[in-house]
């Protein structure tokens, strides 16, 4: 919450009415993307039909690419937050990471090991490491066919998708030590699009296809890894819970993906907000997002985005910004290990705090901050003992209770276009809508009053 606070109410403010970048000319919070006139960027103007990639004599002639203020801190901040978990996992894990990589033996491993694991160890057989190999060069097979069969219709070569699962190897270790320890995870969203952006400008589809393999592989192995935890610690055989999550994983993007092809071919207008009734629910702000990032990173791309070719290039000095960043806090740490304070000081998680927007919104944090302060700092305090052993199955039974009630209501009032009361807590926004307008002098958008 530190650094939601600190981005939300002091960063994005100062630098909005500071006008820095033309700021006043767009929202001041939105995932659109603008042209220098404060309208929506006419992505079909620049972009090639038959190819599907950036016609560079276009774009020169109609504009350069521009963001909401706080869509261009947000990407400053991501390039921060990971540079920063580089630098955080080496101080602070460094040692410890190096000791059990280079010490193997079963002594050694006895000693790292818990009383769960020496159950586990006693009781059942562990997974054969070929189960993971046969797995790995499926996948790899798999995917090697859909980049470059299909007529090459994603764009992305044979070594994209190598180098974008190289990365997700390289960061699973120190992302997977960050998360494990503060349960949030850090994406390589951003830095999967930065890096194909700069090797293979102007295709977007090559540009989300890298990021999908790059950053969605190792939020998967994270989650694996997560589910074989909890089975660690329920005593579940090894061998049941990788067969388990095999098999939901084929079952799930089975039907994820009949799912997704059925809305898309049945629900008129869908993601198309301006063309919604009024209270549908089918507005898409995660797609929208995605879009958005594919014009940026995929389209026009970073040497026209953050270099000075482009709008921002100041951006790239969060990277050093975040590499920085961490030193302080582990000198005090070890100058003054008696403030206990100053170990609760994460830089990666107070520099990714947004990284969440601009999906979620300010209503939605706040929500997670006053429910998380109850449970976790009020109740914990006075009723350890009931935290203890309901919390964790609350918290599973309200996440279970949703995506039952998604189901029913969708079937129940969804489908027949029948969207339920309109309150406050329905409406997926901030409840401002002058916020959606830009406050710069003569600028016109449609519903929007002109300063």
Same mark, same amino acid.
């Given at each position: 919450?530190?650094? /939601?606070?600190?981005?939300?109410?002091?960063?994005?403010?100062?630098?909005?009415?500071?006008?820095?970048?033309?700021?006043?000319? /767009?929202?001041?919070?939105?995932?659109?993307?603008?042209?220098?006139?404060?309208?929506?960027?006419?992505? &079909?103007?620049?972009?090639?039909?038959?190819?599907? *990639? !950036?016609?560079?004599?276009?774009?020169?002639?109609?504009?350069?690419?521009?963001?909401?203020?706080?869509?261009?801190?947000?990407?400053?901040?991501?390039?921060?937050?990971?540079?920063?978990?580089?630098?955080?996992?080496? !101080?602070?894990?460094?040692?410890?990471? +190096?000791?059990?990589?280079?010490? &193997?033996?079963?002594?050694?491993?006895?000693?790292?090991? *818990?009383?769960?694991?020496?159950?586990?160890?006693?009781?059942?057989?562990?997974?054969?490491?070929?189960?993971?190999?046969?797995?790995?060069?499926?996948?790899?097979?798999?995917?090697?066919?859909?980049?470059?069969?299909?007529?090459?219709? !994603?764009?992305?070569?044979?070594?994209?998708?190598?180098?974008?699962? /190289?990365?997700?190897?390289?960061?699973?270790?120190?992302?997977?030590?960050?998360?494990?320890?503060?349960?949030?995870?850090?994406?390589?969203?951003?830095?999967?699009?930065?890096?194909?952006?700069?090797?293979?400008?102007?295709? $977007?589809?090559?540009?989300?296809?890298?990021?999908?393999?790059?950053?969605?592989?190792?939020?998967?192995?994270?989650? /694996?890894?997560?589910?074989?935890?909890?089975?660690?610690?329920?005593?579940? $055989? $090894?061998?049941?819970?990788?067969?388990?999550?095999?098999?939901?994983?084929?079952?799930?993007?089975?039907?994820?993906?009949?799912?997704?092809?059925?809305?898309?071919?049945?629900?008129?207008?869908?993601?198309?907000?301006?063309?919604?009734? *009024?209270?549908?629910?089918?507005?898409?702000?995660?797609?929208?997002?995605?879009?958005? =990032?594919?014009?940026?990173?995929?389209?026009?791309?970073?040497?026209?985005?953050?270099?000075?070719?482009?709008?921002?290039?100041?951006?790239?000095?969060?990277?050093?910004?975040?590499?920085?960043?961490?030193?302080?806090?582990?000198?005090?740490?070890?100058?003054?290990?008696?403030?206990?304070?100053?170990?609760? +000081?994460?830089?990666?998680?107070?520099?990714?705090?947004?990284?969440?927007?601009?999906? =979620?919104?300010?209503?939605?944090?706040?929500?997670?901050?006053?429910?998380?302060?109850?449970?976790?700092? +009020?109740?914990?305090?006075?009723?350890?003992?009931?935290?203890?052993?309901?919390?964790?199955?609350?918290? =599973?039974?309200?996440?279970?209770?949703?995506?039952?009630?998604?189901?029913?209501?969708?079937?129940?009032?969804?489908?027949? *276009?029948?969207?339920?009361?309109?309150?406050?807590? =329905?409406?997926?926004?901030?409840?401002?809508?002058?916020?959606?307008?830009?406050?710069?002098?003569?600028?016109?958008?449609?519903?929007?009053?002109? !300063?």
């Amino acid at each position: 919450m530190v650094g /939601f606070i600190l981005v939300m109410y002091v960063l994005v403010p100062i630098a909005y009415w500071s006008n820095f970048r033309e700021a006043k000319r /767009f929202p001041i919070f939105t995932s659109h993307t603008f042209d220098e006139d404060g309208q929506i960027f006419n992505i &079909t103007r620049v972009l090639n039909e038959k190819t599907f *990639d !950036l016609n560079l004599t276009e774009y020169e002639k109609y504009s350069k690419l521009y963001l909401s203020i706080f869509f261009a801190f947000l990407y400053g901040l991501s390039f921060a937050s990971l540079t920063a978990t580089l630098t955080h996992v080496a !101080l602070f894990d460094g040692k410890n990471i +190096i000791k059990m990589w280079k010490k &193997t033996t079963t002594a050694v491993k006895d000693e790292f090991s *818990d009383v769960h694991t020496r159950i586990m160890k006693k009781n059942y057989a562990v997974v054969p490491q070929w189960w993971f190999t046969v797995i790995l060069v499926i996948s790899l097979a798999l995917s090697l066919l859909a980049v470059e069969g299909f007529d090459r219709q !994603l764009q992305l070569p044979w070594w994209g998708l190598l180098l974008a699962c /190289f990365i997700a190897l390289i960061f699973t270790l120190p992302v997977g030590v960050v998360q494990a320890t503060t349960n949030m995870q850090i994406g390589l969203n951003v830095i999967t699009e930065l890096v194909i952006g700069y090797m293979y400008p102007g295709k $977007p589809l090559a540009n989300v296809a890298f990021k999908t393999y790059g950053y969605i592989s190792m939020t998967q192995a994270l989650s /694996f890894l997560g589910d074989f935890k909890i089975g660690h610690y329920m005593k579940i $055989p $090894p061998k049941s819970m990788f067969i388990v999550q095999l098999v939901g994983t084929v079952v799930s993007s089975t039907v994820y993906f009949a799912t997704a092809w059925w809305l898309l071919s049945s629900v008129e207008n869908i993601c198309n907000p301006d063309l919604l009734p *009024d209270g549908s629910p089918w507005t898409c702000p995660g797609s929208d997002v995605f879009y958005n =990032a594919s014009i940026i990173w995929g389209v026009v791309g970073p040497l026209r985005m953050f270099t000075d070719k482009g709008v921002y290039p100041e951006q790239n000095w969060w990277f050093l910004v975040g590499f920085l960043a961490p030193i302080p806090k582990w000198f005090l740490e070890r100058k003054f290990p008696e403030k206990k304070w100053i170990k609760l +000081i994460h830089i990666p998680l107070i520099l990714s705090a947004t990284a969440s927007m601009p999906t =979620a919104k300010t209503v939605h944090y706040w929500s997670w901050a006053s429910v998380g302060f109850i449970f976790n700092y +009020i109740i914990y305090r006075r009723y350890k003992g009931w935290w203890a052993k309901h919390t964790y199955i609350l918290s =599973a039974a309200l996440d279970a209770g949703v995506a039952f009630l998604g189901v029913i209501l969708y079937f129940s009032l969804q489908s027949k *276009d029948i969207y339920g009361p309109a309150w406050w807590g =329905a409406d997926n926004s901030d409840h401002c809508p002058l916020a959606k307008c830009p406050t710069a002098p003569g600028i016109k958008v449609k519903g929007c009053p002109v !300063l």
